[in-house]
């Protein structure tokens, strides 16, 4: 057996195991308690809200990826044409997982979090996780089936540059996802501010006010669909950008068709290193969240490092590709740090803010702004 069936047996079954991960924390927050019935009316509320949105959202978008499809069918064939609808469908489909889940997820949470934090941060994570994984799943699969669709191969490597039609339709998803849902969040925050506080008097996000539901609605849909569909669009155009440029001559010498699978390969590997931790965030009341989700973060990253060295030295014969990704782990992890020393209820800057709070509303903007600068 080839490379090329090697690579897409393994995409496949890992994307399978991916959407299998992605149906199994769906069922099992369905199986999680939904609190009380008030809570689950108005999760109800919230829930139709999300889903009106999409549908109309989606059918908003649904006319111009035929529009523009069909000039990409006249101008520059079937298979750009082709890849773009395919991409943007995917992205759509993405977006519904992702929301159905959130929608469900939050309410649980919330019932959760009455009784054990601990119960609550493993529902919040593993609900944030069926968007993160059927993100990559669904994205690496599109690629290699439109790889197969076209017959992109070893024969003829140039052809990869086909594959830009699904980054563009992914692209269009994502800037109707980001904009509308962040217009729609936007004006709902702000109405449901002027109305609730200014006039009424009521408390923020009082649920008595009917434009909350709106304004929770905009959360979902812009915080969780916009951001799904902005890194559905990330990770499909870097996998392609990578895959394009590995079949430039210089890189095709060195590689060869193994450097234009590459990107497909580190996506996979990337998949199975998120499962063990995902699985392995569970949260304790007697322990602090922030450390048992830097320990599913070290996990990933340790098990992805374990994958990526073989891969580097006898697929690409190319050991500095693995001390790369090191240095890449090694900054991303830095970042964590960083961000939870600057924003962590236990880190210096977060205290300090809150004693120049105490001099007057004046001058407590000053200290945060600086550190934002930092």
């Avoid at 990826?65 to 082709?82: D, E, P, S």
């Avoid at 690629?143 to 076209?150: A, E, K, P």
Wanted: charged share 15%.
């Amino acid at each position: 057996m080839d490379l090329t069936r090697l690579v897409d047996l393994f995409v496949f079954l890992t994307a399978a195991l991916g959407l299998g991960a992605v149906t199994f924390l769906h069922l099992w927050l369905r199986k999680q308690d939904a609190g009380t019935k008030r809570m689950q009316e108005i999760a109800s509320f919230i829930q139709q809200g999300a889903n009106a949105f999409l549908h109309r959202e989606v059918q908003t978008i649904a006319y111009f990826v035929v529009g523009i499809g069909a000039l990409l069918l006249i101008f520059l064939g079937w298979q750009i044409a082709f890849g773009f609808v395919m991409g943007a469908a995917f992205s759509m489909l993405t977006i519904f997982i992702g929301m159905n889940a959130a929608t469900r997820a939050n309410v649980r949470t919330s019932s959760a979090a009455r009784t054990s934090a601990g119960k609550a941060l493993t529902i919040a994570f593993r609900g944030g996780s069926v968007m993160g994984l059927a993100i990559v799943s669904l994205n690496m699969l599109g690629v290699v089936l439109l790889m197969l669709i076209l017959g992109v191969g070893p024969d003829d490597p140039e052809a990869v540059s086909l594959l830009v039609g699904f980054g563009f339709g992914a692209s269009l998803s994502a800037l109707f996802a980001q904009l509308g849902g962040g217009i729609y969040t936007k004006a709902a925050d702000i109405g449901a501010d002027l109305v609730g506080k200014v006039e009424v008097g009521i408390p923020e996000d009082d649920p008595r006010n009917p434009a909350v539901i709106a304004d929770l609605v905009g959360d979902n849909v812009g915080d969780c669909a916009g951001r799904g569909a902005d890194l559905f669009e990330s990770g499909a155009d870097n996998v392609i950008t990578t895959m394009i440029v590995a079949a430039s001559p210089i890189f095709l010498a060195k590689y060869g068709w193994a450097g234009i699978l590459f990107p497909i390969i580190a996506r996979a590997i990337g998949v199975l290193a998120t499962l063990v931790g995902v699985f392995l965030v569970r949260g304790r009341d007697d322990k602090d969240p922030i450390k048992t989700v830097n320990l599913g973060f070290l996990a990933t990253a340790l098990t992805c490092l374990a994958l990526f060295y073989p891969t580097a030295r006898w697929i690409m014969h190319d050991v500095g590709l693995f001390y790369a990704q090191m240095l890449g782990m090694a900054g991303t992890f830095a970042i964590v740090l960083i961000v939870q020393y600057y924003t962590g209820a236990h880190g210096k800057p977060v205290h300090e803010t809150a004693r120049n709070a105490q001099s007057g509303p004046a001058l407590h903007p000053l200290h945060p702004n600086l550190l934002r600068v930092l």
